[in-house]
């Protein structure tokens, strides 16, 4: 009896709630992930341009080992995890966070809670990253548990030697159960957001860019971003904004006699606008912590830290308004893919020692440069 082999992938968007108005997230669904044909390969990644996030449910048998295989189909070349060694230099502010699975260095565990054994680590402790470790002003204990912030809305990227991954994996394996907490902004603006417990949250760097005056868009168009060297590090004794978007400039950064060894060829100067390749549009795509410098299209250099910090925030602000934000509410087996060079995500949410969670993130440091605006 002939039975039909067609293909049976399919992508549904997400519906933003009442109240709600991104446009980014779509579940995919009838793909094989073990053994991605080629003919589904191109649906999920004309789904990951055109949606930015994607979704696949139920994906807990997914190992490691085809995670990255998975993650590596968008960039073949790219072979060694994003941050390379530098999440051993302990000063790193990425170092607490996260794990190497030992037989798979580009996937890192991440989460909460005590675990005895996961893939080859043995008796590790994870903790979730609080906002409190990051921010200057934190919400106080009394509110702590069902309040929240945007811990630090970033890129996933080294932005120092390695290029910036296309896309990053995130795989809910272990997920403690969530109830809704109230994200602060507290920046003055009274605006708030109800999260699921640990979400991650994303914004578009499109919409974000959409949203810049004519002005602004050329500006952003034209003007090179310079990332300070080892930035994890550098950044590692300042504090952010209360709406996890950057940082304040206290002048706590250290100095680079405290960093380790500069290499100038090294050194990040990327277009502040990331086109992207399926769709044409522009993202404003800057990490806002890591961010040192603006050069201008006519050669001059915005080096006071604090300017910087302004323009940079002042464009950025507008895309992360409470109804762009979209907050994925985790389940058991999710495995979702983000286009890392079209979005910006941060974690949320506080766990208590027992609550264990556990994640799996995977992506490679880029083979080639993001795509800027005049290709
Ligand atoms: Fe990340």
């Known amino acids: 009896m002939p039975h039909s082999t067609a293909n049976s992938i399919t992508v549904h968007k997400i519906q933003a709630p009442a109240g ?11 793909a094989n992930l073990e053994n991605v044909s080629d003919a589904d390969f191109e649906v999920i990644r004309k789904a990951l341009y055109e949606n930015n996030v994607v979704l696949f449910k139920n994906q807990l048998p997914l190992s490691p080992r085809s ?52 893939e080859g680590l043995e008796n590790i402790k994870l903790k979730h990253p609080h906002h409190k470790a990051f921010h ?24 120092y030697d390695l290029e910036p991954p296309r896309v990053t994996s995130l795989m809910a394996v272990k997920v403690p159960k969530t109830r809704y907490q109230t994200l602060r ?10 999260v699921p417990r ?18 602004d868009k050329e500006f952003a168009r034209t003007t090179k971003v310079q990332y300070a060297p080892h930035p994890y590090i550098w950044m590692s004794s300042s504090r952010s904004r209360s709406d996890g978007l950057g940082i304040e400039s206290d002048g706590l950064e250290l100095d680079y006699s405290e960093l380790p060894p500069i290499d100038e060829s ?10 992207n390749p399926v769709t044409g549009q522009l993202a404003l795509q800057i990490h806002p912590s890591a961010v040192q410098k603006l050069i201008r299209a006519d050669g001059t250099v915005i080096d006071d830290l604090k300017e910087v910090r302004e323009i940079v925030h002042r464009m950025q602000r507008p895309g992360i308004a409470p109804e762009l934000v979209f907050a994925i509410d985790w389940e058991e087996g999710d495995l979702a893919i983000f286009n890392n060079h079209g979005v910006l995500h941060t974690v949320t949410g506080s766990f208590l020692p027992e609550e264990v969670r556990i994640f799996r993130q995977c992506n490679m440091a880029a083979s080639s440069p993001p795509l800027g605006p005049e290709v």
């Not at 709600?20 to 579940?27: F, K, M, Q």
């Not at 902004?185 to 109800?194: A, C, E, N, S, V």
Request: charged share 25%.
């Open 20 to 30: 709600s108005t991104y446009d980014i997230g779509a579940e995919i669904r009838g």
């Open 67 to 118: 995670q990255y295989e998975l993650t590596r189909l968008f960039d073949p070349p790219a072979t060694g995890y994003g941050h390379g060694k530098t999440l051993d230099a302990k000063r790193s502010v990425l170092h607490p966070d996260l794990k190497t699975i030992p037989h798979q260095p580009q996937v890192q565990v991440i989460g909460n809670g005590s675990v005895a054994s996961f």
């Open 136 to 159: 200057k002003i934190a919400i106080g204990p009394e509110d702590d548990r069902d309040n929240t912030r945007f811990y630090r809305w970033h890129i996933d990227a080294a932005l």
């Open 185 to 194: 902004y507290d920046d003055g603006t009274g605006d708030k957001l109800q």
């Open 198 to 215: 640990g979400s991650t949250a994303f914004v578009s760097s499109y919409k974000m860019y959409d949203l810049l005056s004519e002005e």
């Open 266 to 275: 090294k050194i990040k100067v990327l277009p502040m606008c990331w086109k």
